[in-house]
């Protein structure tokens, strides 16, 4: 009993709110390479998630990303491919690949207070065509995601990162989002 109780204190994580977002502080006597994931709510070390999605416009016609990448024209930055015309250059499905390993760091400090993680954009064979590498903050306060800062998805940096603050006096989450064209 003693040693389940010294386990779950010692596997908390304090947290400090830097600007309003919540932080772990390092745990300095832990090795791990998972310093700032191991109390991670939803986005756990070794987890992948697999996003399918679609853009529908107003004539109820559905499409994936092309990826034109290096052919970028920035007169027609957007490319699109119908649903029932997937070729492997289309991204069919965006995974989240929760690993925290160092190597997804291409340059700058590998302490800094947050989850390492990976989007790869893969095609429809599985394939990987293009991939970000970026971090989140998953705690018992909150949760706050770095959107990939690649290709299509670069303009993603210039807005508000997906933030929920974990209260439990909202029960239920609701939201929607209709854009223009694009």
């Known amino acids: 009993m003693l040693l389940l109780f010294f386990t779950l204190i010692s596997a908390a994580q304090e947290v400090e709110n830097i600007e309003g977002i919540y932080i772990e502080k390092q745990i300095y006597h832990n090795n791990s390479k998972f310093n700032y994931s191991q109390d991670n709510i939803t986005y756990k070390p070794n987890m992948k998630f697999i996003y399918d999605y679609y853009f529908e416009d107003r004539d109820k016609k559905q499409s994936k990303f092309s990826y034109s990448l290096p ?22 499905n965006i995974i989240i690949d929760i690993n925290d390993d160092t190597f997804f760091l291409q340059e700058g400090d590998s302490s800094l207070p947050h989850t390492l993680f990976k989007y790869d954009f893969v095609n429809n064979k599985d394939s990987s065509i293009s991939d970000a590498y970026t971090g989140l903050i998953d705690n018992k306060m909150n949760i706050w995601v770095q959107p990939p800062r690649t290709g299509y998805f670069k303009i993603l940096q210039l807005n508000p990162y997906p933030f929920i603050y974990l209260n439990d006096s909202i029960k239920d989450w609701g939201w929607y989002l209709e854009a223009d064209k694009y």
């Open 71 to 92: 052919n970028y024209n920035p007169e027609d930055p957007m490319v699109f491919t119908e649903l029932n015309k997937l070729s492997n250059k289309t991204i069919d």
